[in-house]
């Protein structure tokens, strides 16, 4: 913006606007003048209610907005903030410090939006997955990476997907998760 400035303000000024008379020169600050076409007052617009819709409309654009090949959800959105957790989720195994605890939550994370998806429901009934979902994609990535398999590795490459297939449950279900 900068460089166009500098470049556009001499055929600006050889349109016949006067320019304000400096301070400085330019030798002691080449960019005084761009200082003082930054500093000019603007005029402040007023929105009325019409353009301030339009103008909160193309802000709230977003991935979300493009399109997404999501069915209507068959419930309401119900926070899965206020829902109750499966014992599992709230255990030591999972919520823990360790590499183990990391991929599960990770896992989980992403059977939450899998489940959602395929039940179309919004509740907390749809939002809290069985753990058994997670032990189920545990033995099937210790198939087939071993019984070493890298848990960070898994658990950033589960969290991708869960993150990716969140932008869809929160359109299905008209808000956040």
């Known amino acids: 913006m900068t460089l166009t400035a500098v470049i556009a303000f001499p055929a600006w000024r050889a349109t ?3 320019s304000a008379p400096s301070s400085e020169t330019p030798t002691e600050n080449p960019f005084a003048v761009l200082d003082r076409v930054a ?3 603007t005029p402040e617009r007023e929105l009325n209610d019409q ?4 103008e909160q409309d193309f802000l709230r654009l977003s991935r979300q907005s493009e399109a997404l090949d999501v069915q ?27 590499f183990d605890a990391y991929a ?3 896992i989980y994370s992403y059977a939450q939006m899998r ?3 395929a039940t179309r429901d919004c509740t907390c009934a749809g939002k809290v997955a069985p753990f058994s979902d997670v032990a189920q994609i545990e033995s099937q990535v210790a198939a087939r990476d071993g019984i070493a398999w890298n848990r960070r590795v898994v658990g ?4 991708t997907r ?12 008209g808000g956040k998760f």
Do not use: H
């Open 104 to 106: 599960r939550r990770m």
């Open 51 to 54: 353009a301030e819709g339009l």
């Open 16 to 18: 016949g606007e006067a």
């Open 72 to 98: 209507n959800a068959l419930t309401e959105n119900v926070p899965y903030s206020s829902c109750e957790r499966v014992p599992d989720v709230t255990s030591e195994a999972f919520t823990g410090p360790s």
């Open 115 to 117: 489940r959602v998806l």
């Open 39 to 41: 500093d000019e007052p």
């Open 156 to 159: 950033r490459e589960y969290i």
């Open 162 to 173: 869960a993150r990716g297939l969140r932008d869809q449950v929160e359109a299905m279900c």
